[in-house]
């Protein structure tokens, strides 16, 4: 591989993981019913409208869920592996596996946007308890929904809330579980963002 693919390869990949992670925030803030008018959401809308406001007039919402924005992120998984297989000089593997293997990385790019979100969280409640400030509103509205059963399992003593330990348990062995069952369907996980 060639300085120049390899340029290529992490600029294109670099691209695309940033906007696939700006949908699937999206799928995840109308999925929580987060603060549609806090402006890291107003961004979130405005940089991902062009491409899911068309895309809903085919694909409508179900039941809250943003099927538009989801099937988007997949789409953007399909190129990035493609993208780099092309760039690599790989052959194109049948177009199901593009999708079992997109389906793959957007499942990780989740779990991992889940384990970022939980991890600062943690740290924001030690430096910035209290704080008022839009992305913090928009990270506890994200992870609470996830945190409130754990929190039912293992209560806070003393002040202290050790949920968290639980759901990073539950974090690592989702990651574990992808990264075996990507390799079982014969995925490398440098083509995937996510894995």
């Not at 402006?39 to 062009?50: D, E, G």
């Given at each position: 591989m060639s300085a120049l693919n390899e340029i290529l390869g992490y600029l294109i990949q670099t691209a695309l993981s940033l906007y696939?992670?700006?949908?699937?925030?999206?799928?995840?803030?109308?999925?929580?019913?987060?603060?549609?008018?806090?402006?890291?959401?107003?961004?979130?809308?405005?940089?991902?409208?062009?491409?899911?406001?068309?895309?809903?007039?085919?694909?409508?919402?179900?039941?809250?869920?943003?099927?538009?924005?989801?099937?988007?992120?997949?789409?953007?998984?399909?190129?990035?592996?493609?993208?780099?297989?092309?760039?690599?000089?790989?052959?194109?593997?049948?177009?199901?596996?593009?999708?079992?293997?997109?389906?793959?990385?957007?499942?990780?790019?989740?779990?991992?946007?889940?384990?970022f979100a939980l991890l600062a969280m943690i740290i924001l409640s030690w430096i910035a308890g209290g704080s008022s400030n839009p992305a913090i509103s928009l990270l506890h509205q994200i992870t609470e929904p996830v945190m409130a059963p754990f929190r039912k399992i293992l209560p806070a003593m003393g002040g202290l809330d050790f949920s968290p330990i639980l759901l990073f348990i539950l974090i690592n062995v989702l990651q574990i579980a992808l990264r075996h069952l990507a390799g079982g369907v014969g995925l490398h996980p440098a083509l995937v963002i996510g894995l």
């Open positions: 696939m992670v700006a949908m699937l925030l999206r799928f995840l803030l109308q999925l929580v019913k987060a603060d549609f008018y806090n402006p890291i959401s107003q961004f979130l809308v405005k940089v991902t409208n062009p491409l899911v406001i068309p895309l809903r007039k085919v694909i409508p919402g179900i039941g809250g869920l943003d099927l538009a924005s989801l099937l988007l992120a997949v789409l953007l998984q399909v190129l990035a592996i493609v993208a780099l297989m092309l760039l690599n000089g790989l052959g194109m593997p049948n177009p199901l596996m593009l999708v079992v293997w997109s389906i793959l990385g957007i499942v990780g790019l989740l779990v991992n946007i889940y384990f």
